[in-house]
């Protein structure tokens, strides 16, 4: 389901091998994930070192798929609110989600970014506009086939609930929906961003790390 790497077909491949998995009870099945745009970030939260993002909508993705917006299992999540870096597990989060609520048709959480260099690293690159992504995470609970009412044409999944286990920030979304907008002051921001950035990489030798190291 992550819109890069790999073709659709491949992509498909591995999320019915992962449904096969969770259906047979295996422990190991590989978490599923979702890739989307973020939401309106406020002033207000920018100052304060937070931001909301849109996580999830039902809207149909790129890969035909629906996420409910109404069967998403949050108590686990609560317990453990960890906030990745490209869904990657092996690296310390970069955050935490102070708050996460679904409203009619959207899953929402108000991430906050850890005080590490690369944490604040990303958050710089979110308030320039730099990066807009985000993903969840998931365990799929139950789901059905969508096909097309005429002529049967499987035209994806709809998870029906799912339990949300992380949230990553990513650079490339699956969801076309809940575009960030800009914020008065966004050209200021952006060159104080890049400013920052060089800076930190100067003085600390910050880089981006790469998946797989």
């Known amino acids: 389901m992550a819109f890069c790497r790999e073709t659709h077909l491949e992509q498909r491949e591995r999320l019915l091998e992962a449904l096969e998995s969770y259906r047979k009870g295996h422990r190991d099945a590989p978490i599923l994930d979702q890739w989307m745009p973020t939401s309106s970030v406020e002033p207000s939260e920018e100052s304060a070192g937070a931001m909301t993002f849109v996580l999830s909508t039902d809207d149909v993705d790129r890969h035909g798929d629906i996420i409910s917006a109404d069967g998403w299992l ?5 317990s453990n609110p960890v906030f990745l870096w490209a869904h990657d597990h092996r690296r310390p989060p970069i955050g935490k989600a102070a708050q996460v609520w679904s409203d009619a048709h959207r899953l929402l959480g108000r991430m906050e970014f850890a005080p590490t260099a690369f944490a604040q690293e990303v958050a ?19 789901y059905e086939e969508r096909r097309d009412d005429k002529t049967g044409a499987f035209l994806g999944l709809r998870f029906l609930e ?16 809940a575009l960030r ?21 100067a003085s600390a030798g910050v880089d981006y790390p790469r998946r797989g190291e």
Do not use: D, T
Not at 132 to 142: A, E, H, L, T
Not at 162 to 177: F, H, I, T, W, Y
């Open 124 to 142: 710089a690159l979110y308030r320039g506009n730099y990066q807009r992504g985000i993903s969840v995470g998931f365990k799929p609970v139950r």
């Open 162 to 177: 799912q339990e949300l286990l992380e949230v990553s920030a990513v650079a490339v979304p699956a969801n076309r929906g």
């Open 181 to 201: 907008r800009q914020s008065e002051g966004a050209e200021e921001s952006a060159y104080s961003v890049g400013r920052f950035l060089a800076e930190l990489r």
């Open 74 to 78: 949050l108590e686990a999540y609560r």
